[in-house]
């Protein structure tokens, strides 16, 4: 009897545990920075239009390739100057005299594993800002209902911004679903000359 052989076992335990380690190393990187909150939060009133924006992430964002956007209902931008990057914060500041009524606000930043990530939030003013007209018609007297509306001396409670989530990752999906059919390969093979091994020899 001709005896088992180990090494396609062995080879197959070796791979299983190579494909453990990559697929633990791809999650890792696929975990981007994220947005945790936003300033004004995400759907908050305010009683004017804040003298900067700001966005807070899980990490420090790298100072390239930074922008924000911020918009009033017409499509008017107020965003005034680059974005500021302190700490894991990003902030943006505005122009005087915006007015009143509802505001967009889209970020992108490169993340500290230098992948762009990118959202947006809304908030709006209750009246307009210092030098700027008065609101007329219903968007004067319209308010979104949220919590942590940015005050002075008031923190802001954490708020997630709206569409700040990361696209999903198919990268992740199909080197696994090729590991796998790589270790049902292996796994047969293994099986078969295992089988074959055992086999008594003829005469």
């Known amino acids: 009897m001709r005896p088992i052989r180990r090494r396609p076992l062995n080879f197959l335990l070796g791979f299983l545990v190579l494909a453990a380690a990559v697929l633990g190393l791809a999650g890792s990187a696929a975990a981007h920075d994220a947005a ?113 509306t940015a005050e002075p001396g008031a923190t802001a409670e954490p708020s997630v911004p709206a569409d700040s989530g990361e696209p999903f990752q198919w990268s992740i999906v199909i080197f696994a679903a090729v590991a796998v059919g790589l270790l049902v390969a292996l796994a047969v093979i293994a099986k078969r000359r295992l089988s074959a091994g055992e086999e008594p020899d003829a005469g």
């Open 36 to 148: 945790e909150s936003s300033s004004p939060a995400q759907g908050a009133s305010v009683p004017v239009p804040p003298e900067q924006v700001s966005v807070t992430f899980s990490n420090k964002p790298l100072g390239i390739g930074a922008s924000v956007s911020v918009k009033d209902a017409s499509g008017t931008e107020w965003a005034d100057g680059q974005v500021q990057i302190v700490d894991n914060v990003a902030s943006q500041k505005l122009r005087p005299g915006a007015p009143a009524g509802a505001y967009t606000v889209s970020w992108r930043v490169v993340s500290s594993d230098s992948h762009p990530i990118e959202g947006t939030f809304g908030f709006t003013a209750a009246a307009a800002a210092a030098g700027g007209a008065p609101a007329t018609g219903p968007t004067a007297a319209a308010t979104v209902p949220g919590m942590g």
